[in-house]
Nanobody, 114 residues
Framework: VQLVESGGGLVQPGGSLRLSCAAN????????MSWYRQAPGKERELVAA????????NYADSVKGRFTISRDNAKNTVSLQMNSLKPEDTAVYYC????????WGQGTQVTVSS
């Protein structure tokens, strides 16, 4: 299993970023996918999750209405569109799949600062 995140960076408060995760090593279309984040000094937390066909999406209360998770099963990718970013969204963002056990990518840094 390999998960590779991209799209992080530095953005001003109120700005937007789109994260992507390319997956391989398993049958992507059969598995739910998730995005997590970990801020300095804090535990990793679930941000958003999407079912295998994309029909059900769940979000942490802190990002509801601002973030949107989506997937493209033809391209084996899962994305996280992040709008109205706040300084408290600053964290390393990871995509994850539970394939017998949790697998994580290397993470992508998102920094929201003026």
């Amino acid at each position: 299993v390999q998960l590779v995140e991209s799209g992080g960076g530095l953005v001003q408060p109120g700005g937007s970023l789109r994260l992507s995760c390319a997956a391989n090593g398993f049958t992507f279309s059969r598995y739910a996918m998730s995005w997590y984040r970990q801020a300095p000094g804090k535990e990793r937390e679930l941000v958003a999750a999407i079912t295998s066909a994309g029909g059900i999406k769940n979000y942490a209360d802190s990002v509801k209405g601002r973030f949107t998770i989506s997937r493209d099963n033809a391209k084996n990718t899962v994305s996280l569109q992040m709008n109205s970013l706040k300084p408290e969204d600053t964290a390393v963002y990871y995509c994850s799949v539970n394939y017998g056990r949790p697998y994580w990518g290397q993470g992508t840094q998102v920094t929201v600062s003026s």
